[in-house]
């Protein structure tokens, strides 16, 4: 018998987001593509037009590939390439636009993680209770709070 079918399927993660670009971002891959194509149109109509396919194909690509992920899955919070196990996390706290300026202004440890995204107005805040970490706490974008803090109390 197949070892593959005897391993239960992993259950769905509690929590998942990928922190895309604002539509700004977007709209700059397009513009570049735009002003690579007004380029290289002096040279030949062709290669303007595979310029600037080649320069969206990669803007695109790029805006995907470094798009970081939240997710609370396998016992782990993920946050771009960080993890962490969910038992060594405590008190998550939904954060608001003021309060996500206020713990990145003033009130920001140095020696926390964060996963930021400028455009995501939103965050949680969760503390790092492993006495082994000298991190205190980790503040990490989310377009939905409410729903990451859920998942981590589960």
């Known amino acids: 018998m197949d070892d593959a079918r005897l391993t239960p399927p992993e259950p769905p993660p509690a929590f998942r987001e990928v922190l895309w670009p604002a539509p700004l971002g ?35 690509v790029l805006l995907v590939r470094t798009s970081p992920r939240v997710e609370v899955a396998g016992g782990e919070l993920r946050a771009g390439q960080a993890h962490i196990p969910v038992q060594l996390l405590a008190q998550p706290q939904a954060l608001d636009a003021q309060r996500t300026r206020t713990e990145l202004g003033p009130r920001l440890d140095a020696r926390a993680h964060v ?3 400028g455009w995501i107005p ?33």
């Open 26 to 60: 977007w709209a700059l891959v397009g513009t570049v593509a735009l002003m690579a194509w007004l380029a290289l149109a002096v040279l030949d109509p062709r290669i303007a037009i595979g310029g600037a396919v080649a320069v969206l194909v990669v803007g695109v």
């Open 115 to 117: 996963c930021l995204r």
């Open 122 to 154: 939103t965050a949680v805040r969760v503390e790092v209770v492993d006495p082994e970490d000298p991190t205190p706490y980790w503040l990490v974008s989310t377009r939905r709070p409410d729903d990451l803090v859920r998942a981590l109390a589960s």
